[in-house]
């Protein structure tokens, strides 16, 4: 059972335009939520996280959106630059338990186009 | 170091043979994480450490999967008589404490011939 669902798989978008990438879980316990991207033979790199208690936060160009009651979250990247060609991961974690390992979802390709 | 470093980046092994992978976590790091990314996958957890003791090990996929942080530093993925399904690339990855931003290494890409 996939616990966290990312969508689109991949995603093909014009320089300045937005990118939306969204992803829905299934344990209500998850209490973190951050966002990775990932160059082609490079590990991933944390761009941008959220907890329940906020609906939004904004980082520079990032945006993560939280919705609690539906489960789901998105990353909006404004004025999307060649430069964030690259995979995108959403992942989900509980911290209570003492156990924090990540559950990420599949990953969605983008690619800016000049 | 700056952050997570990981030895070998790259490790080509016959079926059978044993292998060990090396995380060096960012200094000060009490919790260390091993993850492993199929080919086109999101990664997926392995095992987890707070200092040197093994606190979850669920998702090791086999008991030929062993690792250790024997100091509470430097750890080690060793894996028992490689089989071709173990073809990943092995992320590790360390934070401040439980609940804390986790920050990756580059990994290691294990092949199985």
């Known amino acids: 059972q996939q616990q966290v669902k990312q969508s689109p798989q991949s995603l093909i978008v014009q320089k300045g335009g937005i990118s939306i990438i969204n992803c829905a879980y299934e344990n209500t316990a998850f209490d973190y939520f951050p966002w990775y991207q990932q160059f082609p033979g490079k590990g991933p790199a944390l761009l941008i996280a959220i907890r329940p208690d906020v609906s939004e936060k904004k980082e520079g160009r990032f945006t993560i959106s939280f919705n609690k009651s539906a489960k789901q979250f998105s990353l909006h990247i404004m004025d999307s630059q060649p430069g964030d060609s690259a995979t995108y991961f959403c992942a989900a974690a509980y911290s209570g338990g003492g156990a924090d390992g990540l559950t990420f979802g599949k990953g969605t390709h983008l690619i800016i186009q000049p | 170091g700056a952050g997570v470093s990981q030895s070998p980046r790259y490790k080509v092994a016959k079926r059978g043979q044993d292998v060990a992978l090396r995380c060096d976590p960012i200094s000060g790091h009490v919790s260390l994480f091993w993850y492993q990314q199929a080919l086109g996958q999101g990664p997926e957890f392995l095992t987890y450490?707070?200092?040197?003791?093994?606190?979850?090990k669920s998702g090791l996929p086999s008991d030929r999967f062993f690792a250790e942080r024997p100091e509470g530093s430097v750890s080690t993925l060793k894996i028992q008589r490689t089989q071709q399904e173990d073809s990943a690339v092995y992320l590790c990855?360390?934070?401040?404490?439980?609940?804390?931003?986790?920050?990756f290494g580059p990994g290691t890409r294990l092949t199985v011939t």
């Open positions: 990855a360390s934070s401040l404490g439980g609940g804390g931003e986790q920050y």
């Open positions: 450490f707070q200092n040197e003791a093994q606190l979850d």
